[in-house]
């Protein structure tokens, strides 16, 4: 099928603005992820200096120090695949799978801009079907 240059770029300038709208969008959550991450840092040093004397109390702060530990370990995550998500958008690489190489859907990317996997391999992934470092 032929298709016209002029359809072509159209269509080019399109992808454009809808991957700068995902950078954006991109940028913006990296952005909070690294405030968030460096906040509860400071909340978990915060709470190793608190001088809790008795049982109660540092049962208490040896909760919120566990729960701010979970908080921050998931931040990180997530921060590390919005940064994967942005390289991947200079690389060219951005809504491909990086298991099967297949166009992830774009409602998908809409709702999890970085995430790496289609449907498919995402249940694989789930399953334990498929290797998350290699995609494979």
Same mark, same amino acid.
């Given at each position: 099928m032929f298709m016209c240059p002029a359809f072509?770029?159209? #269509?080019e300038l399109m992808e454009k603005k809808k991957l700068d709208? $995902?950078?954006?969008? !991109? /940028? +913006?959550?990296q952005r909070e992820l690294r405030h968030n991450v460096?906040?509860? +840092?400071? =909340?978990g040093r915060a709470a190793d200096q608190d001088t809790a004397q008795d049982?109660?109390?540092r049962a208490s702060s040896s909760y919120q120090k566990e729960f *701010? $530990?979970?908080?921050s370990n998931s931040e990180r995550?997530? *921060?590390q695949m919005v940064e994967g998500a942005l +390289?991947?958008?200079? /690389?060219?690489? $951005?809504g491909e799978c990086i298991s099967c190489g297949t166009e992830i859907n774009p409602k998908r990317l809409e709702a999890v801009p970085w995430t790496r996997h289609c449907i498919a391999c995402q249940e694989k992934l789930e399953q334990g079907v !498929? #290797?998350? =470092?290699t995609g494979t």
């Open positions: 072509l770029h159209r #269509n709208v $995902f950078k954006k969008r !991109l /940028e +913006e959550r460096t906040r509860t +840092e400071q =909340d049982i109660a109390d *701010l $530990f979970s908080q995550q997530t *921060l +390289e991947r958008i200079r /690389e060219g690489t $951005f !498929l #290797n998350q =470092d």
